[in-house]
């Protein structure tokens, strides 16, 4: 009987054999029982490849670890739909991760795999994609332990190009360690841009982007001039984030109906399989078509509350996209409620100055003036401090605006 070829997974596997002709059989990390056979772990396998380093841009070697899975590899629809040529493959990317080798290593450690999993388990549980630019916080040492590499980034594999198969096109996304502070500038500005930062620096990551777990200092530490880079950047171009996944709810105060209490923040454990954040909720204002479906709701007033992790994005939020003309989305990761922040510019938002706060469902849309956003802003910028810093519940009351914002502990 003649057998199936994975012509997804033949197509990856002889594009990475000319990259690396000297490990035809690399070491891997396979699925003990595939997805498709009714295991718990997405990705069929994860193989790992030692790369030697490039003294031409002072990279050293480390280890190189590519994902099969994300992508479709057998075309027969035993987990992706098939789509052909010219096509997604799948969620149109895999994964990679490029881990600095220590001289004692011989061989490549395990827990980047298991990142890997964990990844992919978010991304099948939920459908959300990955991008070049997107952040993922973490909240915790990537390989579990207390070092200062807890965020991570996402980038195009330097060297990993797209990648056409029978079964459709890839992506080779790399993901790298990150500082919380790290994490914080690509919040307020962009990803890409601290990627760049990060690339020109061979102790932050080099040319490609190579992740060091025992780096301590952050790039602002490590480069004096990129401080300054950012504050350009900042003020030029704003930020690119357009919303969160966090904890928020909204009520109307006039609404007689007893108040919903404010949902219990998630186990980091939980953070980790559910929330991963972030830059990749891409909410939009155009809504789908359940949404549609419902009423819309003009309110007089709104009471918004944030647990602290999300309020403290919201002096971001204020300058770094209502003062550009864009919107922001807070998305509960609990559930479904969602708050967009617009002003003015904002094309498609059911909300305006005439009627500043509309419900459309669970869905609350926000306008608040430019005038008002200045004023705002300087209200809530202590949420920027450190936690320990910040008085909680810290409460924001506008009442000639009909709003209020209450910030609670994680």
Sequence with gaps: MAVERALGLEAIANYLRAL???????????????LWLGGPDPLDYISMYSHQGDPATETPPHWHYVSFGFSDLHGDGRVHEPRGPGAASGFGFELTFRLKREPSDDTPPIWPAELLQTLAKYVFQTGNGLCPGDHISWHNGLDQSEGPICQMLLAADPKLHDLETPLGVLKFI??????????KTVQEWNGPGVTNLLRQNPLTGGAFLVTDMKRKSTIFEIDKSATGKVKEGMEKEGSNLSGVSGLCLWEDPSDNEEEEPIINMPTVQQQQQTTLNPSILEAG????????????????EVHMKFNLEAGSLLPLCLKGRLL??????????????????????VEGSYASKEQPFVAKGPWLHVYIGQETVNKIVKEVEPLELSKEQVNLPAVFRWP??????TVIPD
């Design 324 to 345: 550009h003309g864009r919107h922001f989305t807070f998305k509960n990761i609990s559930a479904d409620v969602a708050i967009t922040l617009v002003s003015d510019g």
């Design 400 to 405: 000639e605006h009909g709003m209020m914002i």
């Design 20 to 34: 690396y002709p000297d490990q035809p059989n690399p070491l891997q990390m396979a699925a003990r029982v595939k």
């Design 285 to 300: 204002l155009q809504g789908n078509v359940q949404l549609e479906l419902m009423p819309s709701r003009t309110l007089h």
């Design 174 to 183: 790399q993901i790298i360690g990150i500082t919380n502070e790290e994490l």
